[in-house]
């Protein structure tokens, strides 16, 4: 269950101290729908545990919170959606308590659902192979 001390609107919502449109909850999972919906049908899928960024969360509240998405995008009939995650204020991280927004993508246009801008790089290939190497360690 989350462990933070009451200051989280999303450990609030976990435990119904704030109401909300529940769609699914496990033991190691909660979610509703957005309030602040970018497309019908936009929902969070929130771990019952309480980590600030998806490196401090434990294995197990992600492997559930996977397949919670995965119902909310088939329920919704979705064909085209995003499943989004942010870590930190500069990638657009609003609430400090690991969450997926499950966005669906009705149209081309982008009046409704995810608008993303990829700015891809062509890559230095020597750096991208100390970076492989680098990393390969790590891992």
């Not at 969360?57 to 995003?82: F, H, Q, R, T």
């Not at 930190?88 to 609430?95: C, L, M, P, Y």
């Not at 966005?103 to 230095?124: H, R, Y």
Request: proline share 6%; hydrophobic share 40%; net charge negative.
């Amino acid at each position: 269950m989350c462990r933070h001390l009451g200051t989280c609107i999303f450990c609030k919502i976990i435990k119904g101290e704030i109401p909300s449109f529940k769609l699914v909850e496990t033991d190691l999972s909660f979610s509703f729908l957005d309030i602040g919906p970018l497309s019908k049908g936009h929902s969070l899928v929130i771990p019952k545990y309480h980590a600030e960024k998806l490196h401090q969360l434990p294995d197990e509240y992600l492997s559930d919170a996977m397949p919670v998405a995965k119902k909310i995008a088939a329920a919704l009939g979705a064909e085209n959606y995003n499943i989004l995650q942010n870590n930190g204020r500069i990638a657009h991280q609003e609430v400090d308590h690991v969450h997926f927004h499950v966005i669906p993508k009705p149209s081309l246009t982008d009046d409704e659902g995810l608008v993303v801008g990829w700015p891809a790089k062509k890559a230095d290939m020597d750096e991208l192979k100390a970076l492989h190497e680098e990393l390969k360690g790590k891992l």
